[in-house]
């Protein structure tokens, strides 16, 4: 047994342990060389976060809790949202934007089976996955290169009687025309959720103000995975500034249950016992009624207390990404001529979370050839997610049908699915990492 004094001084020196754990066995210490792995994204952290995981862990309470709870309110402060909601995954924290939009107290605003979201083909699944689950009707439109998102041209077109919302990702940091969807929402009463999960940290400005993205829609989601720009491990989050939203997100997330009471805690209400709910009984116990078909999507307090961590060091995370993105650009302009390298979108400050490059059309390089030779050089190479959704197998038992519909063509976003690929920029990276990845892309077209 220790000689600790009191439950305090026990933690302290525990998490002094870590700390030497930390530097001992996982701070990294050897300098780059040429040839070493270079992941397309990574963990930064160090004993700080360790220390706050073995304190959430000492708590045991292994559910939401105390750092769950300081994390929403520093992440919304942060942000500039009212209200912010940790779930499980940057996927359920799309679910839960879309399915809050589907609750019967939205009125005529309420997305049913069968009603239409604006979106697009060229991205990743879990923006489109809920509405497809729901009975909703995903609305594809083309995207633009290379700012690699939605092509606001196209929005008139994609609009139908039937369509309620735009649901659409800031692409790799890189935002998307948030004035022209904002203004195009604004005109047809439609919902605006922004799916910021790679986007986390850019600013945008319309009329002289800046604010995060996920902040001018309705609804914003964060996803606090691995590879993104701050992490949990697993983890996401849902932000709003609508008070009638606030509600629905935390009662879907919550098992659809109507009692707002806090984890661990009854009768926050004070009307547990004696309200008339449904066709149940009068009285009948607040804490387990349900208003909602909902889930359980909480996140654990270990995951919260990592990110809160995270949160201190994010400001300097995303301006080593903006460095990290810069420097490659810099580096590659010289293959202009072969390659599309990405541009920031218009009155934005992105905070970006990789670097694409398009080969261009004509050019004679082929894209799997190209990056196959950077990878046989030990660095990490993804594609645009999927490319063009609708032409993978999980569209199969659905292509042709009435479950979903393209607004004109998908001819970008087909070039992205042939042509584009990324590398990352994670703030891990250093100066010879970044230079390093330069000459290997720059020979890979040469070569």
Known sequence: MGNWKNESEAREQIKALVADYYHDFKEKKEPFK???RISYASRVFDEKEMQALTDAMLDFWLTTGRFANTFEEEFASWIGAKYAHLVNSGSSANL???????????GDRQIRPGDEVITVACGF????TPILNYGAVPVFVDVTIPQYNIDVTK???ALSEKTKAVMIAHTLGNPFDIKAVKSFCSAHNLWLVEDNCDALGTKYTIDGVTKYTGTWGDIGTSSFYPPHHMTMGEGGCVYTNNALLHRLILSFRDWGRDCICPSGRDNFCGHRFDG??????AGYDHKYVYSHF???LKVTDMQAAVGCEQLKKFPGFIEKRRHNWDRLRSALESAADKLILPEPAENSVP?????LISVKPGSGLERNKITRYIEDHNIQTRLLFSGNLIKHPCFDKIRGTNAYRVAGDLNNTDTVMNNTFWVGVYP???DEMIDYMAKIILEAIRS
Not at 96 to 106: D, G, K, N, R, S
């Open 96 to 106: 839960i934007a879309f399915m809050a939009l589907t609750a019967p107290e939205l």
């Open 351 to 355: 905070s970006w979370f990789g670097f």
């Open 125 to 128: 699944p879990t923006t489109v």
């Open 294 to 296: 909902g889930y359980n």
């Open 34 to 36: 040429e040839g070493d």
């Open 155 to 157: 929005l008139e077109g």
């Open 428 to 430: 891990g990276m250093t």
């Open 276 to 281: 008339q709910h449904g066709e149940l009984p």
